[in-house]
Nanobody, 115 residues
Framework: QVQLVESGGGLVQAGGSLRLSCAAS????????MGWFRQAPGKQRELVAR???????NYADSVKGRFTISRDYAKKMVYLQMNSLKPEDTAVYYC?????????WGQGTQVTVSS
């Protein structure tokens, strides 16, 4: 059974930082591309950051220079370090794992940034 379990969300003031974590199980973690998506109320889910199985990363323009995605192959974990948070970063953040036609999602964790 595949599970992606996020943690680390919460309420933070603008300018603050949070670190999201995603624990993966039930997949061969090392061969999956992993990512973080977010969905704000009334908006579509959007890609925030992705890290490939080989460790290459890409980011949405809106978070470049502020967010950093990383992965720990031994622990089967994916992280999203979020700095200089803005109110517009408020959303539910979802962990994602992809391999060819296979795509899995976590349950999401709420991030709220107050102004």
């Amino acid at each position: 059974q595949v599970q992606l379990v996020e943690s680390g969300g919460g309420l933070v003031q603008a300018g603050g930082s949070l670190r999201l974590s995603c624990a993966a199980s039930g997949i061969i973690f090392s061969i999956y591309d992993m990512g973080w998506f977010r969905q704000a109320p009334g908006k579509q889910r959007e890609l925030v950051a992705r890290i490939t199985s080989g460790g290459s990363t890409n980011y949405a323009d809106s978070v470049k220079g502020r967010f950093t995605i990383s992965r720990d192959y031994a622990k089967k974990m994916v992280y999203l370090q979020m700095n200089s948070l803005k109110p517009e970063d408020t959303a539910v953040y979802y962990c994602n794992g992809e391999l060819n036609k296979y795509r899995y999602w976590g349950q999401g964790t709420q991030v709220t940034v107050s102004s």
